[in-house]
């Protein structure tokens, strides 16, 4: 399988491409965001490198500018990248490494989270080679083999939320990361847990759900029970608009229906409910 690298250029993702770059299987992906005036630049750099190892290299360039939000950026972003996996069957490698947890977490915390976002980075379709080193891991391997790198000088402008978070992170000391790893280790093995359990409780065929299981579990778990219910129907929903659709479960009168977009509610009877999907 062809082992797609997203290279940004920045000391991380030159770091995870020197690590792999005898794998003869290796694409190297750079996508240009054109939100900086000298981000082609960035794009030479890569390509230079790709030749450098002997690795195939692809590229796009986006209509972003400078007023793009991080949102849209990632959206475009991957979404480049999942499509060159998809057309060189290969597998997506990024350099994510445990900085980029704790900002992750932080940041959802700030936002409003439940154990999912205290859980992140944990995509089973993305390969991060590098979430066990920390940002000092990165720069002494860039320092000892040598290695050059692009700066990317929006990381260090405070008006993003995530450089505003990673300059306060920075001050954590070794006992702090100590901790946080504990708690982040903890998080993804009770959340894998969580996940088994939904996986026992979530009806395969049945197309009808009883409304007092809804009523007796706790709305933690009746969240992720509904999560995993509307995800096999490819519905999403946020979490306030799940907490509404589990009260209609738990309290409407049968017959009544809670709507869950164009062609999707939640139909309720005396005592189970449907998710009914109109494909007409």
């Given at each position: 399988?062809?082992?797609?690298?997203?290279?940004?250029?920045?000391?991380?993702?030159?770091?995870?491409?020197?690590?792999?770059?005898?794998?003869?299987?290796?694409?190297?992906?750079?996508?240009?965001?054109?939100?900086?005036?000298?981000?082609?630049?960035?794009?030479?750099?890569?390509?230079?490198?790709?030749?450098?190892?002997?690795?195939?290299?692809?590229?796009?360039?986006?209509?972003?500018?400078?007023?793009?939000?991080?949102?849209?950026?990632?959206?475009?972003?991957?979404?480049?990248?999942?499509?060159?996996?998809?057309?060189?069957?290969?597998?997506?490698?990024?350099?994510?490494?445990?900085?980029?947890?704790?900002?992750?977490?932080?940041?959802?915390?700030?936002?409003?989270?439940?154990?999912?976002?205290?859980?992140?980075?944990?995509?089973?379709?993305?390969?991060?080679?590098?979430?066990?080193?920390?940002?000092?891991?990165?720069?002494?391997?860039?320092?000892?083999?040598?290695?050059?790198?692009?700066?990317?000088?929006?990381?260090?402008?405070?008006?993003?939320?995530?450089?505003?978070?990673?300059?306060?992170?920075?001050?954590?000391?070794?006992?702090?990361?100590?901790?946080?790893?504990?708690?982040?280790?903890?998080?993804?093995?009770?959340?894998?847990?969580i996940n088994q359990i939904i996986g026992t409780l979530t009806p395969n065929e049945e197309k009808y759900i009883s409304r007092e299981l809804f009523r007796k579990i706790d709305?933690?778990?009746?969240?992720?029970?509904?999560?995993?219910?509307?995800?096999?129907?490819?519905?999403?929903?946020?979490?306030?608009?799940?907490?509404?659709?589990?009260?209609?479960?738990?309290?409407?009168?049968?017959?009544?229906?809670?709507?869950?977009?164009?062609?999707?509610?939640?139909?309720?009877?005396?005592?189970?409910?449907?998710?009914?999907?109109?494909?007409?």
């Amino acid at each position: 399988m062809r082992k797609i690298l997203a290279v940004s250029g920045g000391i991380d993702s030159v770091v995870m491409l020197h690590l792999l770059r005898d794998d003869p299987n290796i694409v190297v992906a750079h996508f240009n965001h054109n939100i900086r005036c000298n981000s082609a630049e960035d794009c030479d750099f890569v390509a230079r490198l790709a030749r450098k190892y002997h690795c195939d290299f692809v590229s796009e360039d986006a209509n972003l500018n400078a007023d793009a939000s991080e949102a849209e950026a990632r959206e475009a972003r991957y979404g480049f990248l999942n499509r060159i996996c998809t057309e060189q069957h290969g597998r997506l490698y990024v350099a994510h490494h445990k900085d980029d947890i704790y900002e992750t977490i932080a940041i959802n915390i700030l936002r409003g989270t439940g154990w999912r976002g205290l859980a992140p980075l944990r995509n089973p379709n993305i390969e991060r080679p590098l979430l066990s080193w920390s940002k000092r891991d990165i720069y002494l391997y860039a320092a000892k083999n040598r290695l050059s790198f692009r700066q990317d000088q929006t990381n260090t402008e405070d008006v993003y939320l995530r450089n505003r978070v990673r300059e306060r992170l920075r001050f954590l000391n070794d006992e702090q990361r100590k901790r946080l790893d504990y708690l982040y280790q903890r998080q993804c093995e009770t959340g894998a847990e969580i996940n088994q359990i939904i996986g026992t409780l979530t009806p395969n065929e049945e197309k009808y759900i009883s409304r007092e299981l809804f009523r007796k579990i706790d709305e933690e778990v009746a969240i992720e029970l509904l999560r995993e219910l509307l995800r096999k129907r490819s519905i999403s929903q946020t979490r306030p608009q799940m907490s509404r659709i589990i009260d209609a479960i738990r309290t409407y009168q049968a017959g009544k229906q809670f709507p869950l977009g164009k062609n999707a509610c939640v139909k309720v009877t005396k005592y189970h409910f449907l998710i009914k999907i109109d494909n007409t």
